[in-house]
């Protein structure tokens, strides 16, 4: 069964960097499309960064070009978001995902508050 957990949530101060990481059991992180969403309280959880292995492509929302990364090692079947320049409105819960047949599966989530 597959099963993912979030790590690396902080409190930070604007401007600092952060890298979460998601650890994927269960699975080979090579074969299957992953990323990471992020939700504020009372709003909808918005896509931020994604590597699709269909598409051999990366994605990241404009709201985060140039300031976060996706990373994967599929050795330690871990992905990472290193995040830099942190903003107030950076301020989330992060989910990790993975796309297996069809199916969304998801973390639990790790909290990242960035103070101003």
């Known amino acids: 069964q597959q099963r993912l957990v979030e790590s690396g949530g902080a409190l930070v101060h604007s401007g600092d960097s952060l890298r979460l990481s998601c650890l994927y059991s269960?699975?080979?992180?090579?074969?299957?499309?992953i990323g990471w969403f992020r939700q504020v309280p009372g709003k909808e959880r918005e896509g931020v960064s994604s590597i699709s292995v269909s598409r051999g492509m990366t994605y990241h929302a404009d709201s985060v070009k140039g300031r976060f990364a996706i990373s994967r090692d599929s050795a330690n079947n871990m992905v990472y978001l290193q995040m830099n320049s942190l903003k107030p409105e950076d301020t989330a819960v992060y989910y990790c995902?993975?796309?297996?047949?069809?199916?969304?599966?998801w973390g639990k989530g790790t909290l990242v508050t960035v103070s101003s």
């Open positions: 269960g699975l080979t992180l090579d074969y299957y499309d």
């Open positions: 995902y993975v796309d297996l047949s069809g199916s969304r599966h």
